[in-house]
Structure formats: C-alpha cells, structure tokens
C-alpha cells in the first residue's frame, strides 16, 4: 500500500510522493520500464484500453508506468490534478502556445521571460497569425493594458530569468480569468518547494525540469502541472499527438534528482541569503537583485507568494561590461555555463549568452542590461563560494 501523503510537510513529499508501479517483486527503487510498447491480452483488451473503456497501457508516447509515477509525484508538489513530462522545457512551453493559442488570437507574457520562450512566440507562432505582447508583468497596470478581448493566454514567469523581477500571481490569475484566459506560471525558479501557483489561482504550473527538478546537470526535461481535469485533458491530447513527451529513462533519472530536492533548495538558498547580502555590502558592486533582500522591490511580495527566496541572484558590478568579464573569466567554483538549479553553482552573462537572441532594444527595454552577470548558486561551502568572489571582485 502506498504512503497517504495528506497533510504531510513538502521534505516527506519530496521522498515518497509517486506511487511505485512494481506491484510483484516490491522493489523500492521505481523501475524503468524501457519499452516503447504494450502488449494486449486479446483483441477486446487492446480495443477496450484505446477507447478507454479499460485503463492500461498502450505505446510509451501515451503512457508509461516510470514516467507516469514521475508525473504523479511532481502532481503531488504543486498540489495539482495531473502532470505531464514533456522532452524539454521548451517542449512544456511550446505545448502551452499550441494548446491555449490559434490564428486571431493573442498571448500577453513577461517581457523577461526566458530567451527562446519569447522568441519561439515573437519567431515562429507569429508565422501561425498568433499575436503577442510582452511586457513588465511586474507592472499590473502593464497587464490589464495590454489584455485584449481576443487574449486567450497570459504567461508569466517569476521570478523572471535573468530580472529576478516577481510577478503577483493571485492578482494575474484573477485579470486572465475576468478575460477569459487562462493563466500559466514558469515556476522553474523557485521549483514547487517554494511556490505553489495552482494554490494561487494558476490554471497550468510548468517546470523546465532541467533545472532545479533534476537538479544534477545531466538532464533535460519540462512538465506541466494543471490544476483542473479539464486542462489536463486538454493539454494531454496535445502533447500526446504532438509527440514531445518525455522518455522512460529520463523519467527514471529525474525521479531520482528530485528526491533530494528540498534538501538542495535549502541549501543553495541559505547560500544565496548570505553571498546577496555580502553582494550588496561591497564596493565594486553596483546593484544586486535577490528577492531575499530588503532592497528587492518586490520583497513584500516575495514573502507574500513564495515559500523562500531561492536560489538565483542577479547583479551588475562598476565598470559594466568589462569588469563582469572579470568575475566571469577569474571565479574558480562557480562554473562559467548556462543553466541553473544544479547542485554546482553556475555563471553566466544574459546579453551574450542565454538572452542573446532577443534584439537588444527588446532585451534593455525588459532591463536585461549588458552588464547584468547572473549567478545560480549552488551546495557548495558559503565560506569558500564567498572567498572566491572576493579574489575575483579584487581584480577589477
Ligand atoms: N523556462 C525557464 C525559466 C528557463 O530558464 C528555461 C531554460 C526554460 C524554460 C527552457 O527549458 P529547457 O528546454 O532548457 O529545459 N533556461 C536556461 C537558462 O537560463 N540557461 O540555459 C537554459
């Protein structure tokens, strides 16, 4: 019998949440089942399981009892009806604009959103007769402006990548509803230790797995979360026939980073506390945004919506450009690579990497300046991250 995880705190969760689909031999790590297929017991049975009549297993693109014991326990998380694991982020993503979006409609999203989330949008739906709008979600002036009556989709993300600007979630979940759209949350952020959009109003959390889900660097994944049955059919028949599903060994992989996951969140944040504040005490640095920090505009709002501050801080040292190459090129532990929520800490530059491929008025209009260096921070010791960033801080 599985563990009844009712009223049970997110560290509990996190270790058991999933039921174990090995019903005969009671192995207690999940097997993988690698197959692409299921073999019916007769005509009937194979004929009963497609027109649902029967639940079972057909073809891996449909279901398969790894991946299906991943969704469920990341289900359980965010407090959902149902998951789906998709192939990437981006696939999480690109089923969200295929599924709330057709020709004549139009989606309004966080101007800092992360790169190819906007681009795909401003690039590739934009072919399809698909309008968008992105703008300064933190503003809600901003996104009751830009609502139209043909808006069938607002999607946000906060904190946003690489702004660590918040967006208010209840307020946005009420202004898409009042529109008749529905709202989607990129919580990759804060993961679903430390925030629970659904609880706020969200219709679909979504997750780029990649990150702090997986947490070991070696993975790349997405998933949805929807609060209601009705999305999850909806956005399950898309992604189902559209193909970008999630395989049987990654599923396998990711089940197993994430069970340390609130340990990892824990940790990188207490980190993360300690090097903002020490950020922001230095001389040679010329802003930090952490939304732990009493200086982060929003921090009201962070104590309000999240469960923690997280992890990622982002901050801008005198002498601009040239000198964050200077902390980019001479900081030894922190990692110079894209990404984030590993247990290393990693480093990168927005402008010239991640959000490179938004044209740079659009980029310094969403305050994504150039020299904005950002900073996802790992498990690693506080005191050897902190004397690392102080040799580098004194070369410039
Ligand atoms: N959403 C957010 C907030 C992300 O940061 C990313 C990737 C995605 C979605 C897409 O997920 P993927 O397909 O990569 O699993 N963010 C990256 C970043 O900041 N650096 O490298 C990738």
Same mark, same amino acid.
């Given at each position: 019998m599985s563990l009844d995880l009712k009223g049970k705190g997110i560290n509990t969760r996190v270790t058991h949440a999933g039921k174990n689909p090995d019903t005969v031999h009671g192995s207690v790590g999940v097997p993988i089942y690698q197959t692409s297929?299921?073999?019916?017991?007769?005509?009937?049975?194979?004929?009963?399981?497609?027109?649902?009549?029967?639940?079972?297993?057909?073809?891996?693109?449909i279901g398969n009892?790894?991946?299906?014991?991943?969704?469920?326990?990341?289900?359980?998380?965010e407090q959902g009806f149902g998951g789906i694991a998709t192939a990437s982020g981006m696939a999480a993503v690109c089923a969200i604009y295929m599924t709330y979006l057709s020709a004549g409609s139009h989606m309004v999203g966080t101007d800092a959103v992360y790169g190819s989330s906007r681009m795909v949008m401003e690039n590739e739906f934009s072919r399809f007769g698909v309008e968008s709008s992105f703008?300064?979600?933190?503003?809600?002036?901003?996104?009751?402006?830009?609502?139209?009556?043909?808006?069938?989709?607002?999607f946000i993300e906060t904190p946003a990548n690489p702004t660590i600007k918040l967006t208010d979630i209840a307020a946005c979940a009420k202004i898409a509803h009042e529109h008749g759209a529905v709202l989607v949350v990129d919580n990759t952020f804060m993961s679903p230790v430390l925030q629970n959009p659904l609880k706020l109003g969200a219709d679909v959390s979504l997750h780029s797995i990649t990150k702090y889900i997986n947490g070991h660097t070696d993975v790349v994944g997405g998933v949805l979360i929807t609060r209601t049955e009705d999305e999850f059919v909806r956005l399950k028949s898309v992604i189902n026939s559209t193909g970008g599903t999630m395989d049987p060994h990654q599923s396998w992989l990711v089940l197993r980073g994430m069970r340390t996951l609130s340990l990892r969140v824990e940790r990188g944040e207490q980190n993360a506390q300690k090097l903002a504040e020490y950020l922001e005490a230095h001389p040679r640095i010329e802003w930090v945004r952490y939304p732990g920090l009493k200086s982060h505009p929003q921090h009201d709002l962070a104590k309000q919506q999240m469960l923690g501050f997280g992890s990622m801080i982002s901050f801008e040292v005198k002498g601009?450009?040239?000198?964050?190459?200077?902390? /980019?090129?001479?900081?030894?532990?922190?990692? $110079?690579?894209?990404?984030?929520? &590993?247990? #290393?800490? *990693?480093?990168?530059?927005? !402008?010239?990497?991640?959000?490179?491929?938004?044209?740079?008025?659009?980029? /310094?209009?969403?305050?994504?300046?150039?020299? $904005?260096?950002?900073?996802?921070? &790992?498990? #690693?010791? *506080?005191?050897?991250?902190? !004397?690392?960033?102080?040799?580098?801080?004194?070369?410039?």
């Open positions: 297929t299921f073999k019916f017991r007769d005509a009937d049975h194979g004929a009963r399981c497609f027109s649902g009549e029967e639940k079972g297993y057909i073809y891996t693109r009892p790894t991946i299906n014991t991943f969704e469920e326990a990341v289900t359980e998380l703008v300064d979600t933190a503003d809600l002036d901003q996104v009751r402006n830009a609502m139209r009556p043909d808006t069938t989709l607002l601009g450009v040239e000198a964050g190459k200077t902390i /980019l090129n001479n900081v030894k532990i922190p990692q $110079l690579a894209v990404s984030l929520g &590993g247990y #290393e800490s *990693l480093i990168q530059h927005p !402008a010239s990497m991640t959000h490179h491929n938004i044209p740079k008025d659009k980029r /310094l209009a969403a305050d994504i300046t150039d020299g $904005l260096v950002r900073f996802a921070v &790992g498990t #690693e010791d *506080l005191a050897d991250l902190q !004397a690392d960033l102080e040799q580098a801080l004194a070369l410039i």
